[in-house]
């Protein structure tokens, strides 16, 4: 899909999002302010395309970058042809504390979300190639059975363990450490398959310091330089702050 970008809308719906549910607020470029649940799965976010049609059809939305729970979301949103802003939640945050909002209520969240996203105009995300979100899925993945393997390992320090039960722990670490090395293969491969990110990955690991399992962590989870040119603007999307 090619991805254009929208004018900027002049109403607005926040998102706030959890597991299983989506509180939204729409803020209308004229009326009051609408609020409504919906599940947070495919039907439920053809609903909130709907909901927002029938009360604002020229709606933006507006999300906190809320990593797997909001990404089907806002790639349903930007496919569905509408203009979505992904958000760091500390910049709404701050803007809520800025302007003295403290209440901690999922609609209180949704309509901040409205209101920084009304009065900020943020730009609209775009969704990554279907390349890159799945290598992001298998980097994410490899991740996860890391940490697994290394919580599993720490239970071998603890004091008193049978031998059936270390044998048990070990046989553990070994079978998650072998699935998260089959992903980082699988994740080898589906970057030296593709032109773009085998050419990326290169650069990348041409850079003093950066290994392939860093490599491979950037190009999953960072937007391409295009849309994120200044080094500052990168780390902001990823949560820190740069220094010398």
């Excluded at 403290?102 to 969704?127: C, E, M, S, V």
């Excluded at 998260?180 to 041409?206: C, I, K």
């Amino acid at each position: 899909m090619h991805c254009h970008d929208h004018p900027t809308p002049t109403a607005w719906v926040g998102i706030d999002i959890r597991k299983d549910t989506l509180d939204a607020c729409l803020l209308p470029d004229n009326g009051k302010p609408r609020c409504h649940a919906f599940r947070n799965d495919a039907p439920g976010h053809a609903a909130l395309l709907a909901w927002a049609a029938a009360h604002a059809p020229g709606a933006g939305f507006c999300l906190e970058r809320t990593g797997a729970y909001g990404t089907a979301l806002a790639t349903a949103l930007a496919e569905a042809g509408r203009h979505v802003s992904v958000v760091n939640p500390a910049r709404i945050k701050d803007a809520g504390l800025a302007s003295g909002h403290g209440n901690k209520t999922d609609k209180a969240d949704a309509r901040l979300i409205a209101q920084y996203a009304r009065d900020r105009r943020p730009p609209a995300w775009h969704p990554a190639p279907a390349e890159t979100r799945e290598l992001q899925g298998r980097v994410r993945r490899r991740d996860d059975l890391l940490q697994l393997a290394a919580r599993a390992k720490g239970r071998l320090a603890v004091p008193g363990l049978s031998a059936a039960v270390r044998e048990s722990v070990e046989r553990t670490v070994a079978l998650l450490a072998g699935e998260a090395e089959r992903l980082q293969s699988q994740a080898d491969a589906l970057s030296a398959a593709s032109a773009r990110l085998r050419e990326d990955r290169a650069l990348l690991e041409s850079i003093p310091g950066v290994g392939a399992s860093t490599a491979q962590a950037i190009l999953a989870e960072l937007p391409h330089p295009r849309q994120v040119p200044p080094a500052q603007q990168a780390a902001a999307f990823a949560g820190l702050a740069p220094r010398q």
